[in-house]
């Protein structure tokens, strides 16, 4: 059974760093890994996502100012977040792609001003 756990979500004033991470266990190869975010009354979006060999993708809201990382030996991909704004608040989540995406339970991100 494949589970994604993410952890480092939380509340923080706007121009601070928040770290997310995400273990994935039950499957040993993950092509994609990455984050999509979804603010209240808003559609979830794509934050960032990093392909086994590195290539990486960022919204064009969060370039700059997010890193995204993975380490494959431990199947974890972490999103380092930096000069946090009150439009970052979101629940963030964590996804996974082998042959189908799967999906962690979500993170709540809260930027205040």
């Known amino acids: 059974q494949v589970r994604l756990v993410e952890s480092g979500g939380g509340l923080v004033q706007a121009g601070g760093s928040l770290r997310l991470s995400c273990a994935a266990s039950?499957?040993?190869?993950?092509?994609?890994m990455g984050w999509y975010r979804q603010a209240p009354g808003k559609q979830r979006e794509l934050v960032a996502r990093?392909?086994?060999?590195?290539?990486?993708n960022y919204a064009d809201s969060v370039k700059g100012r997010f890193t995204i990382s993975r380490d494959n030996a431990k199947n974890t991909v972490y999103l380092q977040m930096n000069s946090l704004k009150p439009e970052d608040t979101a629940v963030y989540y964590c996804?996974?792609?082998?042959?189908?995406?799967?999906w962690g339970q979500g993170t709540q991100v809260t930027v205040s001003s």
């Open positions: 996804y996974a792609t082998r042959y189908q995406d799967y």
């Open positions: 039950g499957i040993f190869t993950i092509n994609v």
């Open positions: 990093i392909v086994t060999g590195g290539s990486t």
